[in-house]
């Protein structure tokens, strides 16, 4: 996992060494950007998918409040940098993750970073049992989860599942499809209590949807829309079952 971060930092030279040992130091850590003033700051927020700001305090056209005022609500961390100590405890009540003294401590900056990343690991772990489909306690719906949350889509929609690497393919009857950064496996493990089966190594049919077998050796399935779906031999009396 790398943190996507930025300076906002009014002194070149401080920039610099901190930009230097992160580099060095803390190779998790993604330099996006630098600021010199809040306004700069602020716009670089406002513009990138951030995990980690480091933040001066004083600094011109405002300080590092008046900056975190500005952005309100905050999906990132906050690293204060300072040659202050006694912004501590408004630093604290800003939610801070780390407040770091200047002359900048190696030791005491990875610390830090590696806070930031033990907060953001719990975080993305708690997001993705948010996201798995088999926790959804909503009866016939089913979460998918995009760069920016969750769609819910409603399992009666979806006529069959293709596996495309590690990414799934979701077909609906809308013919609308959606490419999921999941395995087909975890669809098979959320979708199969709600009457989807799996037919084939590659595919996982809503079982509902199934207007036709067509006999062979694993023989063929058509799904309402028409779509024709190879069934594996080793799958064919697991798809039988449910019409037994």
């Keep these: 996992m790398k ?75 906050t690293v204060f940098v300072t040659a202050y100590n006694n912004y501590a405890m408004d630093a604290l009540n800003a939610h801070a993750s780390y407040y770091l003294m200047k002359p900048i401590d190696i030791d005491e900056l990875i610390k830090a970073v590696d806070y930031v990343m033990e907060i953001r ?22 979460t998918i989860p995009q760069q920016d949350g969750f769609e819910v889509l409603n399992t009666k929609d979806i006529l069959y599942c293709k596996a495309d690497d590690n990414y799934t393919e979701i077909y609906l009857k809308n013919n609308k499809k959606k490419l999921v950064s999941k395995t087909l496996k975890y669809f098979e493990d959320a979708l199969t209590p709600s009457g989807f089966a799996r037919v ?40 039988l079952s449910y019409f037994n």
């Design 121 to 142: 690991t719990k975080e993305d772990a708690l997001q993705d049992q948010v996201l798995i489909p088999k926790t959804n306690n909503v009866e016939g719906k089913i």
């Design 3 to 77: 943190l996507n971060a930025i300076l906002v930092e009014d002194e070149e030279n401080s920039r610099l060494i901190l930009k230097n040992y992160l580099a060095k130091y803390c190779p998790n850590v993604n330099i996006l950007g630098e600021a010199s003033n809040i306004n700069e700051g602020l716009e670089l927020i406002r513009n990138l998918d951030l995990d980690l700001v480091f933040l001066d305090v004083e600094m011109p056209y405002g300080n590092a409040f008046d900056l975190l005022d500005k952005v309100g609500d905050r999906d990132f961390e």
């Design 200 to 239: 084939h190594k590659s595919y996982l049919v809503n079982v509902g949807e199934v207007v036709k077998y067509i006999k062979g050796k694993g023989g063929s399935v058509i799904l309402s829309n028409g779509k024709e779906i190879m069934v594996s031999a080793s799958k064919k009396s697991d798809l």
